[in-house]
């Protein structure tokens, strides 16, 4: 059959029945109907296959979760059936190795202290700094000066940090008496935190820009800033800075690579001293 002169080829919307009851001219009820456009039946598929995806997608969810902790339950069974099959002797030589394993970790802390770690201190010239790099392994530094304010506030969370972290030397040296230094580390801004490992500087800490760019900054965020640079035994989780709300700040932060360098590595004999 030819289509009719001037119709159109556009296919007709389609209708649906509603639910709202109506009178003709008549006076007689009729139902009332509302013309369906293509996009709308097209918006109404992608819901349902939306609403479906997040149900599979908590089913997942879900299923790995039990899974874990199936593997975790399994685990500390056969760790508790592992010890209910120990004889005496050798519950006994598990006993004296965590006994051995303690009383080391004591004497390293004692040579630690007796090294000057525990406290902040400050050191009164260059010559003290690199007898006291030669001696740890692990130290911080702060290069300060008296009329910085900011300085002011990174010696409250170094002094913290020190007495928590034993198994790192922190260290504060007033810049303006320390130009040798200050220049071949290439320190520039006031305050910087120089990390050093093994008589090498690891990174800097220069300014409060990885600290979320502002003076309220908490111990824990510069705390998680020296773990990422491995200078202190860090239990957190190192891929997040630990800030209290990111929008408080105001700024983006750029996650950091635990193997991301800030600076070159310098070595720190004082031979050219």
Known sequence: MSARRGSSSRPLPVERPGSRETRDGSGARGVAWRRWSGSEEITLYLKMTADTSVEILQKVLENEILQTAKVVEEHLD????????????????????????????????????????????????????????????????????????????????????AKKHVETKFLKLNAEKSPFLCERLRIKVIPTVALIKDGKSQDYIVGFTDLGNTDDFTTETLEWRLGCADIINYSGNLMEPPFQSQKKFGTSFTKLDKKTIRGKKYDLDSDDD
């Open 78 to 161: 056969a760790e508790m059936q592992k010890l209910d099959q120990m004889d005496e002797d050798e519950l006994e030589r598990l006993k004296q190795r965590r006994l051995e394993a303690l009383k080391k970790a004591q004497q390293q802390k004692q040579e630690w202290i007796s090294k000057g770690h525990g406290e902040y201190r400050e050191i009164p010239s260059e010559r003290d700094f690199f007898q006291e790099v030669k001696e740890s392994k692990n130290v911080v530094c702060h290069f300060y000066r008296d009329t910085t304010f900011r300085c002011q506030i990174m010696d409250k969370h170094l002094s913290v940090l």
